[in-house]
C-alpha cells in the first residue's frame, strides 16, 4: 500500500538541522571545500543556527530520528507539530533553582532560517468560550528533514495567524497564545485550558490538512486510509479521531457506519508511558465548554463502545470492564481509551513496556482486541549521533569495518567486535574518547575544567528530571561515596565526574528539589580539599540536541537507572551505547534489549526487576523504607546528610507526599545495589584495557537500536506500507 505518514506529536528536537541535512546530501564535501576556499569552516555556519525549541526530551528527540530515518528509506512521511515561539524553556539557575525563560529560538525577524510558510495550506480552527465562538487561523511551516542520500520529508509546523472572537480581548489573548509555549503549567485553570487549546489546535490543522489533500488530488474520502496513515504520538492528538468523524459527517454528510469505516482504518497510536498519572485525562465540564462539537461526537462514541461491552459482558464483570475501558467515565474524558479505540493499531515502545501495557496498565483491552496491539522498540539514527555528532569515532568504526555502510545500515558494525581485544585497537579507542572527553570538559564551569583530566571517568546522568528516572538515588550514591571518602582517604576509587542535565517541568516542585540538590552537592564536594580531587559534581543547564551530542560522545558511564516497568523505553541508553559509553542502570525500557545485544556482562545491572516492583507496589505495607537504612551505616550517614540538604527529598523515601506511599521508587530498596554496581563499574574503569574492550563490544551490537531499524517494524507491523 502507498500512504504517506502523517506523524503527529506535541513535541519534536530536531537539533541543528542545516549540517545534518547537508550531511546526508550527495557531494556534501563539495560545500565544505567551499567553505574552506574562502577561509572559513562549515562550522561557523552550524553554529550560526539556533537548536529548535519545539520539545523537551526523549520523546521529541524519538520524532526527528523517525522522521530522519523514513527519508533515509524514502517512506513519504510529515511530523506535524505546534510552532511554539518560546519552545519549552530555556533553563537558567540561580542559587541552584531552576528558572524558566523564554527561549527565543527564531531570529531576529521572528523567523527560523530553514522554514517556509505555506500560506495557501492555512486552516481554520473553531473553538466555543461559554457559547462564545472563537476561530483561529493556523498556517503551516515546512522545514526539510533530508535523508542520507537526499529524498526530503518535512516537519510541518503549525503557528497561530490570527483570531476572530466574540469573547472580549482578555480571553481572545488566550487563543493567541496557543503556540507560545509548549506544556503550560496545566495546575492553574488557565494553563489547563490553554494546553486543551493547543491539542485541539494542532488536531483540527492536521485533520483539516489532510482532507484537502485528498480534495486537491481527487480522491473519494472514502479511500483516505489508502492514501494516510495518521500516526497519534502519545495522547495528544487523540482528538483527531473525534475531529475527523465530525467532519465526515457534517462537512461531507457521511452516514455515521461510513464514517467510522474512514477513522478506524486511518488511525494508530504509540503510547509512551506506563505512569496512569502520565494517561492524560480531561475534565468532561472543560471540554464541553471549549469544543462541545467535538465532545459530543466523543459522547456517542463512549455510549457506541459501551454498548459494545454490555453485549460481550454482564453484571458485575461489565461494571469492572467499563470502569477499566470506557471512554468518558467518573467526570473524565480518557484520551488513551479514545485513542485504544479509534486507532486500528497500538503499540509500546520496548518490548517489557509493551508486556506491562497488555498485561497490567491496559489488560482489559488487550483482552478485548488482542490483534491491536504490537511492539516496536524505539531507535536512533546512527547519521546524527555517530556520524555527525562524534566523527572521530566515525573515521574509527570506518577503519574497522572496511568501509561506511554503517551509515546507512548499522548492523554493519557488528564487524569491529572482531577488534575488541586488539591491544592497538583498544587504545585507539580510548584515544577517540579522550579527544571527545576534552570536548565535553569545555562545556563544564571553568573551576571544574581546570581540575579534571581524560583520566577522569566520567558518569553521566542526563534526563528530563523525575522521581522514577531517580536523579535523586544518584545524589544519594554520591553522597555515600563523598562520606566514604572523607573517612578513607586511601580508598581505591578512580577520580570521576558526576555529570548532570537535564529540566524539570515548572510545576514539578519534587524534580525541581533535586535540581537543588545537585547544586548543593556540587559547592559542598567541589570546595572540598579532602576529596575534591577524587570527585566533582557538575550539571550543564539547558540541555538540548547540540550539547547532548558532545555528551554522550565524551561520556564513559550512562546512567539508565528508572524504577524498573516505569520507563517505557528510553533513547539516551541507545545513544550512550553507540558512543562506547558503558550502561549502569535496571532491567527496565530498552535496558533489557541493551543487555540481551551485548550481554550483562558488559553493562552494571542491579535493582529489583519489574515482576519484583510490582509485587511490592501491590503489597505496599510489606515494605519498609527505614529498614534499609540498618543495612549500611554509610547510607543512613548519607540519607542524613541529604536531610539536612533537602528535606522534602528524604521526607518522600519515609513519609510519602500527597498520598503516595513512602519510597514509591524503591530508591532505598535498591541503592545498596546500585551502590555495588557503580564501584564495580569503577575499578574497571581503571583497567583501561577491559574498559575499552567493553565499550568496542557495546557499540558493534548497538545496530539493532537504530532508528533505520524502527521505521522497518512499523512499516511491517504499524503503518502497512
Known amino acids: 500500500m502507498s500512504r504517506e505518514i ?107 532560517p530553514l522554514e517556509k510558510k505555506q500560506e495557501w495550506l492555512k486552516q481554520k480552527v473553531t473553538y466555543h468560550d461559554n457559547g462564545m465562538k472563537a476561530t483561529v487561523t493556523m498556517v503551516p511551516y515546512d522545514v526539510p528533514v533530508i535523508g542520507y542520500g537526499g529524498y526530503c520529508n518535512y516537519i510541518r509546523m503549525w503557528g497561530v495567524d490570527g483570531v476572530e472572537a466574540e469573547c472580549g480581548e482578555g480571553k481572545k489573548a488566550m487563543y493567541y497564545d496557543i503556540d507560545s509555549k509548549l506544556y503550560p503549567d496545566d495546575s492553574n485553570a488557565y494553563g489547563e485550558k490553554l494546553r486543551l487549546l493547543q491539542e485541539y489546535a494542532l488536531s483540527s490543522a492536521t485533520v483539516g490538512s489532510v482532507i484537502d489533500c485528498c480534495k486537491e488530488n481527487g480522491w473519494d474520502l472514502k479511500s483516505l486510509p489508502k492514501h494516510y496513515c495518521i500516526h497519534i504520538n502519545d495522547t495528544h492528538a487523540a482528538l483527531m479521531i473525534p475531529e475527523l468523524m465530525r467532519r465526515l459527517m457534517e462537512d461531507y454528510h457521511f452516514i455515521e457506519k461510513d464514517a467510522w469505516k474512514v477513522v478506524k482504518h486511518t488511525f494508530v497510536y504509540t503510547n509512551h508511558t506506563i505512569l496512569a498519572e ?39 464483570e461489565f461494571e469492572t470492564k467499563l470502569k477499566n475501558m470506557a471512554i468518558l467515565y467518573d467526570g473524565e474524558v480518557h484520551m488513551a481509551r479514545l485513542a485504544i479505540w479509534g486507532a486500528y493499531s497500538v503499540n509500546g515502545v520496548a518490548q517489557i513496556h509493551t508486556n506491562i501495557l497488555c498485561e497490567r496498565e491496559l489488560r482489559d483491552f488487550y483482552e478485548y482486541m488482542p490483534d491491536k496491539f504490537v511492539n516496536v522498540t524505539n531507535g536512533v539514527t546512527q547519521r546524527k549521533w555517530l556520524y555527525h555528532a562524534n566523527p572521530e569515532l566515525s573515521a574509527f568504526l570506518t577503519k574497522y569495518t572496511g568501509d561506511n555502510e554503517w551509515i546507512k545500515d548499522l548492523s554493519k558494525i557488528k564487524k569491529i567486535e572482531n577488534y575488541a581485544a586488539d591491544p592497538s585497537v583498544q587504545k585507539e579507542f580510548l584515544d577517540v574518547k579522550k579527544t571527545n572527553k576534552e570536548r565535553l570538559f569545555e562545556l563544564m564551569d571553568a573551576e571544574v575544567r581546570r581540575n579534571v583530566d581524560a583520566g577522569w571517568m566520567v558518569d553521566t546522568h542526563v534526563k528530563r528530571f523525575h522521581e522514577y528516572k531517580r536523579q535523586q538515588m544518584n545524589c544519594l550514591k554520591i553522597a555515600y561515596l563523598y562520606l566514604k571518602l572523607k573517612d578513607n582517604p586511601k580508598m581505591e576509587f578512580a577520580p570521576t565526574v558526576f555529570l548532570f542535565a537535564g529540566k524539570a517541568a515548572p510545576a514539578y516542585k519534587q524534580a525541581k528539589c533535586v535540581i537543588k540538590l545537585v547544586h548543593q552537592l556540587k559547592d559542598m564536594i567541589n570546595h572540598d580539599p579532602d576529596v575534591n580531587q577524587k570527585m566533582r559534581v557538575e550539571f550543564i543547564k ?136 557503580f564501584l564495580e563499574s569503577n575499578k574497571e574503569y581503571q583497567n583501561k584495557a577491559l574498559w575499552a574492550e567493553k565499550c568496542i563490544r557495546n557499540i558493534a551490537c548497538s545496530g539493532g537500536f537504530s532508528s533505520d531499524r524502527m521505521v522497518d517494524d512499523y512499516c511491517k507491523k504499524v503503518w502497512f506500507v
Not at 574562502?38 to 521529541?60: I, K, Q, T, V, W
Not at 556482562?601 to 537504612?629: C, D, H, I, S, W
Open 6 to 112: 502523517i506523524y503527529t506529536t506535541m513535541e519534536i528536537l530536531p537539533g541543528r538541522t542545516l549540517a545534518n541535512n547537508l550531511m546526508n546530501i550527495p557531494g556534501a564535501e563539495v560545500f565544505e571545500k567551499e567553505c574552506k576556499k574562502y577561509g572559513f569552516s562549515f562550522a561557523h555556519f552550524e553554529d550560526m543556527e539556533r537548536d529548535p525549541a519545539l520539545g523537551n526530551g526523549g520523546l521529541g528527540r524519538l520524532a526527528a530520528c523517525m522522521a530522519e530515518s523514513a527519508a533515509t528509506k524514502k517512506i513519504p512521511m510529515k511530523v506535524s507539530v505546534l510552532r511554539f515561539r518560546d519552545g519549552f524553556f530555556r533553563q537558567e539557575v540561580e542559587d541552584g533553582y531552576q528558572k524558566e525563560m523564554p527561549d527565543r529560538w527564531f531570529g531576529p525577524d521572528g523567523t527560523y
Open 278 to 316: 502520565a494517561l492524560k485525562r480531561w475534565p468532561i465540564w472543560l471540554m464541553e465548554s471549549v469544543i462541545p462539537h467535538v465532545y459530543k461526537v466523543i459522547d456517542h462514541m463512549h455510549h457506541g463502545f459501551s454498548k459494545m461491552l454490555a453485549e460481550d459482558y454482564k453484571g458485575k
Open 542 to 677: 539547558d540541555f538540548n540536541v547540540s550539547k547532548a551530542e558532545i555528551i554522550y560522545a565524551g561520556s564513559d558511564l550512562s546512567e539508565q537507572i528508572s524504577t524498573a516497568s516505569k520507563e517505557a523505553s528510553g533513547t539516551g541508553n541507545m545513544k550512550f551505547m553507540m558512543n562506547g559509553a558503558l550502561t549502569i542502570g535496571t532491567l527496565d525500557g530498552a535496558n533489557v534489549e541493551i543487555c540481551e545485544a551485548v550481554g550483562s556482562t558488559n553493562m552494571y545491572l542491579f535493582g529489583m526487576t519489574a515482576a519484583q516492583v510490582m509485587r511490592l507496589e501491590a503489597n505496599t505495607g510489606k515494605y519498609r523504607p527505614m529498614e534499609e537504612l540498618n543495612q549500611d551505616p554509610y547510607v543512613k550517614k548519607a540519607v542524613f546528610l541529604l536531610d539536612r540538604l533537602q528535606p522534602k527529598i528524604t521526607e518522600e523515601w519515609f513519609y510519602g507526599v500527597n498520598t503516595n506511599p513512602a519510597d514509591r521508587f524503591f530508591v532505598l530498596k535498591d541503592f545498596a545495589g546500585y551502590v555495588n554496581a
